[in-house]
């Protein structure tokens, strides 16, 4: 009795921190895509965790004042079953994060980047200890907490470092990538929501390295033409 009260326990247990794991509503696609493969790894996960931790409060309970311990029989339909189990467990996790894996939303890796009307392309250059961001289409500088995009069209960020190694890390939009120094990453991806998203430098590059924080602002299509219009007359003026 007591072996199936602990038993519930540690079900209950698990169950509420799973619930407790599952994450908010995605803002983008990429943030989209990694939330999906970590609800169906946390789904494998659970049964798998529930199984072994009441096989081993069974054994611990069942066996505690056993003086005479005995080796255990081979069981090869045993074997063969957790062999296989085995086996398909890691094959879907393999299928599933490839799938993810494999996204241009979560790895672009496309040698160049072919941007369609509406499409933005933000060059983000780290440094120490802050960021520069431009507009290479629109020869545009803006600060680092200037960033605009419109929601719901294709955004890629041109990603790379000044001096040392830098990380470009937006969290609510599943964002994020290391800067390197003479080298170049890309990250692509769909905003849902508008608003104002979070991001600074995810790796350690020296004395000031909290303070290399940006925002990222999501606006509707109308908002960020009127946006990127008025950006280049005020740094262009007439010749814009």
């Known amino acids: 009795m007591r072996a199936k009260r602990i038993a519930l326990v540690s079900f209950l247990s698990v169950a509420f921190l799973a619930l407790l794991a599952q994450p908010v ?30 096989i081993l409060i069974y054994a611990v309970v069942k066996f505690r004042k056993n003086e005479e311990p005995k080796p255990t029989k ?68 803006v600060g680092a907490d200037e960033v605009v995009i419109p929601k719901d069209q294709d955004i890629y960020f041109e990603i790379y470092a000044e001096d040392v190694i830098h990380g470009f890390h937006v969290p609510e939009l599943g964002l994020k990538m290391d800067a390197f120094p003479d080298q170049t990453g890309v990250l692509k991806t769909v905003v849902n929501d508008e608003g104002t998203y979070q991001g600074y430098c995810s790796e350690y590059c020296g004395l000031a390295h909290s303070q290399m924080y940006f925002t990222i602002e999501v606006v509707s299509q109308e908002e960020y033409d009127e946006w990127l219009e008025e950006q280049i007359e005020e740094q262009h003026g007439e010749d814009a």
């Open 25 to 54: 509503a995605a803002q983008s696609v990429t943030a989209d895509l990694i939330n999906e493969l970590n609800n169906k790894l946390l789904y494998v996960a659970i049964p798998i965790t529930l199984l072994t931790q009441i």
């Open 74 to 141: 081979e069981n090869r339909r045993l074997e063969i079953t957790w062999t296989v189990a085995t086996a398909i467990i890691l094959l879907f996790v393999g299928i599933a994060s490839y799938g993810v894996m494999a996204d241009e939303n979560v790895t672009f890796t496309d040698e160049e980047i072919a941007p369609n009307e509406n499409d933005v392309l933000v060059e983000a250059e780290s440094y120490q200890w802050g960021w520069n961001m431009y507009y290479p289409e629109h020869d545009l500088e």
